[in-house]
Structures are given as C-alpha cells and as structure tokens.
C-alpha cells in the first residue's frame, strides 16, 4: 500500500533552518506530485509548495518564496522540504501529500511533522 | 477578503444532512473550478473526500461514502459539501481548495459537530 513516512519532530532556534523528509513506498515515486501543507496549532491548512519528483520542478507559495527549498532523491524515493530563517510563525506540523500532476487531488498524506521553533 | 471563506463550525443531528459551504472572493467566478474537499480529524492529516467542478465532471475519493457529495451554488458563488445521514464519525474539521493565480488555496475550515 501508499506510504508516505515523514522524519522525526524538530526543535530548532528562530533564525535556523529545518529539513523535513518525505519517503514514499508503495508506488512509483516519480508518477505523482508532491506537495507540502502546514498547520499551526489550532488552526487550518496552509499550502506552502509543489514538487515534480520526476523532473525536480518546483512551485511556491509566494509567502514562503526565497525561504523554502524543496528537493527530491529519486535512488530512494524521498522528498524533503528546507524552511530557512525560522520565526515562532512557523511552529506548525508540516506534511507531505502525493497527487497526480496538475490536480489537487491530494489523495495520500504523510503522518506529519511536528516543527517547534523556540528561543 | 479571503479567497474562500467557510463557517467555522455547524452542528446537525445524527441522521439528518449538513450543508458546508465554501464561499469564493467576488471576481472568482465558482463555475470555473474544481473544488475539493478534505476531511481532517483530530491528531490525524486530512483526508481526500471528492473533486467537484460539475455533475458531469466530478470524483469521488477511494472508500468515501456515498453520503458525502459535491455541488455548486452559483448563486452564492459556493461550493458545497453535502453529507447525509449524519454520523458520529463525520464529526471532523471540512476544507475546500482550489487552484488560484498558481497556489493551492484552501478555506479556513468549518468544524462539524454532530450532536
């Protein structure tokens, strides 16, 4: 079955970065999209970017643009997203979906990570 | 003025229907969408429920009920949900998304009690 299995919960400092990673099985990594959400607690789903596993493109929201990176390893089917210059804004649980291109059929999600960023 | 806008919370009763609506920006006309709606509850990611653009052009999720479905209203320039026969375990937070100027959107959510 689809597995989308996200890294660990980070605790990092305002003004460090951090790099959350996506691994897929289950399906063909580089057939499906894949896209990043947030959620502050508490509070509703945020769209932060898009990437093609297949060709490395990559699209962002224009409140994360210059500050997100979001890159792929295809030899093993993992996707990562890099949030620099953290603020306490952006403690929120940070997931992974899979879609098939162009639709926002989000049909699989990771578990979720849990991103505190604290002095 | 938001994109989408959605109330925040509804309740119905075990049985009866819900009606969550997704409200678009005036000058974003809700004919020309997908809507999609997601599912959330507590402690979990959300979960995929349907695509609706039209009746003659729609999805419903993989194992999602028939009870869930999708329609416009474009009078209200809204999309809908409708649940019926509410059950215990639609209890859940509701999002609309579409695609908009390059960004997926999605709707504040609406809480659904069912009580």
């Known amino acids: 079955q689809v597995q989308l299995v996200q890294s660990g919960a980070e605790v990092k400092k305002p003004g460090a970065s951090v790099k959350v990673s996506c691994k897929a099985s289950?399906?063909?990594?580089?057939?499906?999209?894949i896209n990043w959400v947030r959620q502050a607690a508490g509070q509703g789903l945020e769209w932060m970017g898009w990437?093609?596993?297949?060709?490395?493109?990559?699209g962002y929201a224009q409140k994360f643009q210059g500050r997100v990176t979001m890159t792929r390893s295809t030899s093993i089917s993992t996707a990562y997203m890099e949030l620099s210059s953290l603020t306490s804004e952006d403690t929120a649980v940070y997931y992974c979906?899979?879609?098939?291109?162009?639709?926002?059929?989000?049909?699989?999600w990771g578990q979720g990570t849990l991103v505190t960023v604290s002095s | 003025q938001a994109v989408l806008t959605q109330p925040s919370s509804l309740s119905a009763s075990p049985g009866a229907s819900a009606s969550l609506t997704c409200t678009l920006r005036?000058?974003?006309?809700?004919?020309?969408?997908?809507i999609y709606w997601y599912q959330q509850k507590p402690g979990s990611p959300p979960q995929y429920l349907l695509r609706?653009?039209?009746?003659?052009?729609?999805?419903?999720g993989s194992g999602v009920p028939s009870r869930f479905s999708g329609s416009k209203d474009a009078s209200a320039n809204a999309g809908i949900l409708l649940i019926s026969g509410l059950q215990s375990e639609d209890e859940a937070d509701y999002y609309c998304?579409?695609?908009?100027?390059?960004?997926?959107?999605f709707g504040g959510g609406t809480k659904l009690t069912v009580l």
């Open positions: 998304m579409i695609w908009h100027s390059n960004t997926w959107v």
């Open positions: 609706y653009k039209s009746d003659s052009d729609k999805e419903q």
């Open positions: 990437m093609s596993p297949k060709s490395g493109d990559t």
């Open positions: 289950g399906y063909t990594f580089t057939t499906y999209d």
């Open positions: 005036s000058g974003i006309n809700v004919g020309t969408y997908n």
């Open positions: 979906a899979r879609n098939p291109p162009n639709t926002g059929n989000f049909y699989d």
